[in-house]
């Protein structure tokens, strides 16, 4: 860890139970790290984090987006590639930083932790995170037969009745 922060593992719950419990006992050998299993407040952690590593998935991704935290996500790439084209696509927009996991070593890792709670905020203006306010006009657009890029612009609140 960075010094004077404070690592916290969550595992998830799809981790094989030997693998849990060698985290856990190696972690109780160091006073900055913790291992949790789950946490229900995962969000409100983003937020307060110097900086997240995650693997990547849609929603973790957009919990951390949400944040002004830097993100390295380290992606599944087996079976799908899904998570790896997210986060590259991210990359390219300096939302977040990608480590490919066969890059993945310690020594790398607490680099990339370093540099990333000691440098720039993110870059995440570009972004739009707010899709749940304009799913109204895609509705409407698709009810009244226009093609949703071209009503979703045109469709007011007013006239969907809502």
């Known amino acids: 860890m960075p010094a ?3 690592g916290v593992l969550v595992t998830g719950p ?19 790290l913790r291992v949790h299993t789950w946490r229900d407040d995962l969000v409100r952690w983003y937020a307060g984090a110097a900086a997240v590593v995650a693997m990547g998935g ?15 996500v380290v992606p599944r790439t ?19 930083e990608v480590r490919r996991p066969e890059e ?3 020594a790398v890792l607490g680099a990339d932790l370093a540099r990333l709670v000691t440098g720039p905020a993110p870059r995440r203006d570009g972004i739009d995170l707010d899709g749940l306010a304009r799913i109204p006009a895609l509705v ?3 009810l ?19």
């Open 4 to 6: 004077g922060h404070t």
């Open 14 to 32: 799809h981790l094989p139970d030997a693998l849990r419990r060698a985290a856990k006992a190696r972690a109780a050998r160091r006073s900055d």
């Open 58 to 72: 849609y929603n973790s991704v957009c919990e951390v987006l949400a944040t002004d935290r830097p993100l390295l």
């Open 78 to 96: 087996t079976p799908r590639a899904e998570q790896l084209v997210r986060a590259e696509a991210m990359a390219e927009l300096g939302a977040l």
């Open 104 to 106: 993945l070593t310690p």
């Open 140 to 142: 409407a657009a698709l």
């Open 144 to 162: 009244h037969g226009a093609t949703p890029a071209v009503a979703a612009s045109a469709v007011t609140p007013e006239a969907i009745g809502a």
